[in-house]
């Protein structure tokens, strides 16, 4: 008989359990409940998980030329001729690319910098991809440089030592606009926000 812990649960189970606790955003109970659903599907379904999280591990890597994920030397992006190559976007991680596709407004290039510059984190900028960034824009064809950092203390700060690192090309650097979306009002928008929409204000 498989041996239990003071829970009650093999140790199988709550060696499961331990490991599903560890995921971003999942406490214990939710590690137990998706322990317990993993025992109640079929095999099949269980070990076709276990696979996927074997070969993104094994195969997924960073593109050679923006450092999104792919599993090739350069991602689908990057390996698309009909993208608009005089246009750079930079994010800060690749789930924000993948945010920004979804839209389907942006047809250009991208730069995943894998973070932001976070001092009291211990994160300077010799641990992203600054450097490569840099390299991209001396040597390509930009027009644009579109900053799509978050909208954070950290995130702004990263924007503006990269912007100052780029001052020295022909190229023009820009920021996502910020402000006020369709449809909202303007008396429970928060101070921040319409900040940035008056900053970010445009043209009629």
């Known amino acids: 008989m498989a041996s239990q812990n003071n829970s009650g649960q093999s140790g199988a189970v709550s060696d499961l359990v331990d490991h599903l606790s560890r995921l971003p955003g999942i406490g214990r109970k939710s ?40 599993e090739t030397t350069a991602c689908q992006i990057c390996s698309d001729p009909n993208r608009d190559a005089t246009r750079l976007c930079v994010v800060e991680q690749p789930r924000d690319l993948m945010s920004l596709e979804q839209s389907g407004v942006y047809k250009g290039l991208y730069h995943v910098l894998l973070g932001r510059i976070a001092p009291l984190d211990g994160i300077g900028p010799d641990q ?12 390509g064809n930009f027009v644009e440089v579109i900053m799509a950092t978050n909208p954070t203390v950290e995130g702004d700060g990263t924007s503006l030592y990269v912007s ?41």
């Open 128 to 139: 992203l991809t600054i450097d490569a960034l840099v390299d991209r824009v001396r040597t």
């Open 31 to 70: 590690a137990e409940r998706l322990a317990f659903h993993l025992l109640r599907v079929h095999e099949s379904e269980a070990i076709a998980l276990a696979d996927a999280i074997r070969r993104v591990r094994q195969d997924v890597r960073y593109c050679e030329h923006c450092f999104n994920l792919c």
């Open 164 to 204: 100052n690192l780029l001052g020295e090309f022909p190229v023009q650097v820009t920021r996502l606009a910020r402000g006020i979306t369709a449809g909202s009002i303007l008396e429970y928008a928060n101070r921040e926000v319409i900040a940035d929409a008056l900053t970010g204000r445009q043209k009629l």
